[in-house]
């Protein structure tokens, strides 16, 4: 049996007031800090918890998640299965905006504002999961979700080679698009999407059995009003 570590990427060089998308940036000083003191508590518990780590680490293509796992497969070396090495993938990224990538809110409603085809954006679209901007590329938070559901579904197919381990495999996305994949595979309620965020650089760690999901470690953070979506 596999169970997956969710893990949302650590704190970046995030423009202001920007939905997050496909922002290039790198951690910060301080996120890069934070994800090492996350991966080595992480590891403490590794140590007592029977748990091999698959020696591919899954993150999404973004450079912030990248350097996440990175720092991962650094500090935990000791507890894979064989070396470990990265691999991305554009399935794991953030709800991508489409046209409007890395624009910040107001440049978004100004253009759409000038657009005499559309009507003007309802009232808290950034975080309202059905919605999806009307231009070419974008997709709704559900939508993300799900693309994340799917490649976490092809990690949990059972490998006739792991039968007798107890496998855990590590991936590294965003945070928005990990809860809404959550909701997909019953992992969380959609009620819960709202309610729930990720602590950068933490991970989240799920079982799922015949009866349900267990989480093994890790906790989701109360989310605020004020937290960015990724």
């Known amino acids: ?48 918890s ?6 591919d680490i899954h993150c999404s293509t973004l450079l912030r998640a990248w350097q996440t796992a990175d720092i991962y497969r650094e500090v935990l070396t ?7 090495c990265l691999r991305s993938f554009s399935a794991l990224c953030e709800r991508s905006v489409g046209a409007l990538a890395n624009l910040s809110v107001q440049e978004i409603e100004r253009i759409v504002a000038l657009d005499p085809r559309l009507a003007p954006l309802p009232k808290g679209w950034k975080s309202a999961s059905d919605f999806k901007l009307p231009f070419d590329g974008a997709e709704s938070l559900l939508e993300a979700g799900q693309r994340v559901a799917e ?4 990690l949990l197919a059972p490998h006739p080679q792991h039968e007798a381990t107890k496998r855990l495999q590590l991936v590294v996305g965003h945070g928005a698009s990990i809860r809404h994949a959550g909701y997909h595979l019953n992992v969380i309620s959609f009620s819960d999407i709202k309610r729930l965020s990720m602590f950068h650089g933490h991970p989240v760690v799920f079982e799922r059995h015949h009866a349900g999901w267990s989480r093994l470690y890790g906790n989701w953070k109360q989310r605020q009003t004020a937290d960015p979506l990724d």
């Open 1 to 48: 049996m596999v169970a997956l570590a969710l893990i949302r990427h650590g704190e970046y060089a995030q423009r202001a007031d920007t939905p997050s998308a496909l922002q290039p940036y790198p951690l910060t000083e301080k996120g890069a800090a934070d994800v090492r003191e996350q991966a080595q508590r992480f590891g403490e518990w590794l140590a007592s």
């Open 50 to 55: 029977g748990y091999q780590l698959n020696a």
């Open 78 to 84: 000791p507890f894979f299965a064989e070396p470990p």
């Open 151 to 154: 490649h976490l579904q092809t």
